[in-house]
């Protein structure tokens, strides 16, 4: 028999640096051209769980899942470094009267 958890829990990624550079980039590519953070981590998020790729408790269900705050700057060098190299850009204030207006938003080049 396992175990529930309820809430929400922040479980870490088990990509080597080298992976989630490869899995961000091959993320935003299948992306549209404009794209929010909160949607890329959750195809991450998403990914990660089905390639086994989450750092879970054995035998442990959880109702919510959410990167870790370790695992969300990584993310955010990996864009930071993205706009460096103008492959990206920050969209501001994109969608001023939506929920997504709360999130930051990026347009490929």
Known sequence: MGTYKFGTSNIPL?????ELDEKVLS?????PSLFSFQRLCNQLLQEADNEGKLRKEPD?????IHLTTD???AISKILWNLILERKIYTVFNAYPYCRESQDTV????
């Open 71 to 73: 695992d969300i700057q």
């Open 106 to 109: 990026f347009s490929k080049l």
């Open 27 to 31: 993320l935003i590519d299948k992306m």
């Open 60 to 64: 442990t269900e959880y109702s919510t």
């Open 14 to 18: 088990t990509y080597s640096k080298l």
